[in-house]
C-alpha cells in the first residue's frame, strides 16, 4: 500500500509538471504572438507616420517643385498607403485582437482610398479645366484621414494596449497614428491655397481679390428663402438652379457646386466660367425627388485663392407638394 501510494504521489507530481509545462508553452506562445503583432503594427504605423509627413510637408511648402514633379511624388506616397493597406490586411491577429485588427484594417482601408483619390485629382487640380471641383474633392478626402484617426485612436491602439497590458507584455504599447496632421486641411481654402504655390500650376489664382457668393437658389422656378419653409409644387422631375456672382477680380473656370438633400449624398455641378462682376448658373437635377419636407444644403466653389467662403452657402427647408 504504501509503494503504491507513493507510485500514486509520484504520478499526481509528473502530471501537474506536465501541465505546468503545457501551460507554460501555450502562454508563452501566446505571449510571442501578442508580441510580434504589436511589433508588425508599429512598424506599419511608424512608416505610415513618414509618408503623411511627408506628403503634408509638401502640400505646405512644394518648394521649388514643379507641377510632374510633385504629382509624382504625390503618387509614390499614394503607393506606400496602398502597401501599407496591403500589409494590415495580411497581419495575423491573435484571436483576442479580432475586433481591433479589424477596426485596424477598415482605418488603412480609408487612408488608401483617401489617398488613391487625392493621387487622381492632383494633376486636375493643378491645371486649368475642373481644377476648383479637383481641389473640392481633394478636400474632401481629408474628412476620410480624420475618420481613420480616429478609429485608431478610440479603439485599435486602446484595445491593443490593454491586451498588451494584461499579459504583462512591456513596452509601452503601440505608437499613436495621427495622419491627418490639423483640422484646419477640412477646409477647401485651405487646400486651394497650397496647391496655388505648386511652381507652374495653371490651377493656381492669378494675382488680385478672388471670392464669390451663392446670390440665388431655386428648384423649377421657385426661388428658395433661407428663413422660413419653401413650398414647392412638383409636377416633373425637380431641378435645383444655382446662381452665384464673381465678386473677384478675375474670371474664374469650373466653378463646383453642390447640393445634398437631408445630409444625404452629394450631387454636384459645375459652373464653366463667370467672369469678373458677372453672374454665373448652373442646373444639378434633383435625382430622386424628395417627399414632403426635406432641407436641401447647396455650397458653392470656393475658387482658388478664396479666403472668406461662408457667403457661399445656405439651407433652405422645403415642402415638395
Known amino acids: 500500500m504504501l509503494r503504491r501510494g507513493l507510485a500514486l504521489g509520484a504520478g499526481l507530481i509528473v502530471l501537474i ?24 503594427v508599429e512598424q506599419i504605423v511608424n512608416s505610415t507616420e513618414q509618408t503623411s509627413k511627408d506628403f503634408f510637408d509638401k ?25 501599407y493597406a496591403t500589409r494590415v490586411d495580411a497581419l495575423s491577429a491573435p484571436g483576442e485582437l479580432s475586433h481591433a485588427q479589424s477596426t485596424l484594417e477598415l482605418s488603412y482601408e480609408l487612408r488608401k482610398s483617401a489617398m488613391d483619390e487625392i493621387a487622381k485629382r492632383m494633376s486636375t487640380a493643378l491645371g486649368t479645366e475642373g481644377a476648383a471641383r479637383a481641389t473640392v474633392v481633394i478636400a474632401r478626402q481629408m474628412q476620410k484621414l480624420l475618420a481613420s484617426d480616429v478609429l485608431y485612436e478610440s479603439i485599435v491602439r486602446p484595445e491593443i494596449d490593454s491586451e498588451l497590458e494584461s499579459n504583462g507584455v512591456e513596452g509601452g504599447g503601440v505608437p499613436k497614428s495621427t495622419v491627418l496632421p490639423s483640422t484646419e ?8 491655397a497650397a496647391l496655388s504655390a505648386v511652381s507652374g500650376s495653371t490651377g493656381a489664382a492669378t494675382p488680385g481679390v478672388h471670392g464669390i457668393e451663392l446670390t440665388a437658389v431655386t428648384i423649377n422656378g421657385t426661388e428658395l428663402s433661407s428663413e422660413g419653409a419653401n413650398a414647392v409644387a412638383i409636377e416633373e422631375a425637380a431641378e435645383v438652379e444655382v446662381q452665384v456672382e464673381n465678386q473677384g477680380e478675375s474670371t474664374e473656370n469650373g466653378v463646383p457646386v453642390a447640393v445634398s438633400v437631408n445630409g444625404g449624398n452629394t450631387l454636384e455641378g459645375t459652373i464653366d466660367q463667370v467672369a469678373a462682376g458677372e453672374i454665373g448658373t448652373t442646373i444639378v437635377p434633383l435625382t430622386p425627388t424628395p417627399e414632403g419636407e426635406a432641407t436641401i444644403e447647396v455650397k458653392a466653389g470656393p475658387v482658388p485663392g478664396e479666403n472668406i467662403t461662408e457667403n457661399n452657402e445656405a439651407t433652405y427647408v422645403v415642402v415638395f407638394e
Open 17 to 40: 509538471l506536465i501541465v505546468l509545462g503545457v501551460k507554460g508553452c501555450l502562454d508563452a506562445r501566446a505571449h510571442r504572438a501578442l508580441t510580434d503583432y504589436a511589433r508588425n
Open 185 to 192: 486641411w477640412l477646409e477647401e481654402s485651405k487646400v486651394s
Open 59 to 83: 502640400l505646405e511648402n512644394p518648394g521649388s517643385l514643379s507641377v510632374t514633379e510633385f504629382t509624382n511624388q504625390v503618387d509614390a506616397d499614394r503607393s506606400a498607403m496602398d502597401s
